[in-house]
């Protein structure tokens, strides 16, 4: 059974800090490109941040970059997400992701875990 799991969510004063975390489980981990999304209220799910199946290409989308890192630990399973200097317009539910494409195409979405910025 294919499992995302996230957590490290929570509620945070601006320009504080937030560590994300994301446990795969039910497939091959290091085949797979993984990515964190984000989804404020009323707004359209956005990418956040992705990274290849071995970490050696990585992107982020233009309103985190510098201040949020994505990384991986394929040997624990695990991608994570570093949120230094976190905004207010950060508050989102944040989704982890991973792709899959070769012959077939396979994507698993996580439960997602609500990051709230405010004083």
């Known amino acids: 059974q294919v499992q995302l799991v996230e957590s490290g969510g929570g509620l945070v004063q601006p320009g504080g800090s937030l560590r994300l975390s994301c446990v795969a489980s039910?497939?091959?981990?290091?085949?797979?490109?993984m990515s964190w999304y984000r989804q404020a209220p009323g707004k359209e799910r956005e990418l956040v941040a992705t990274?290849?199946?071995?970490?050696?290409?990585?992107n982020y989308g233009d309103s985190v970059k510098g201040r949020f890192t994505i990384s991986r630990d394929n040997a624990k399973n695990t991608l994570s997400l570093q949120m230094n200097s976190l905004k207010p317009e950060d508050t989102a539910v944040y989704y982890c992701?991973?792709?899959?494409?070769?012959?077939?195409?396979?994507?698993?979405w996580g439960q997602g875990t609500q990051v709230t910025v405010s004083s």
């Open positions: 039910g497939f091959t981990f290091s085949n797979y490109a």
């Open positions: 990274i290849t199946n071995a970490g050696g290409s990585i």
């Open positions: 992701k991973a792709d899959y494409r070769n012959v077939a195409r396979y994507t698993y």
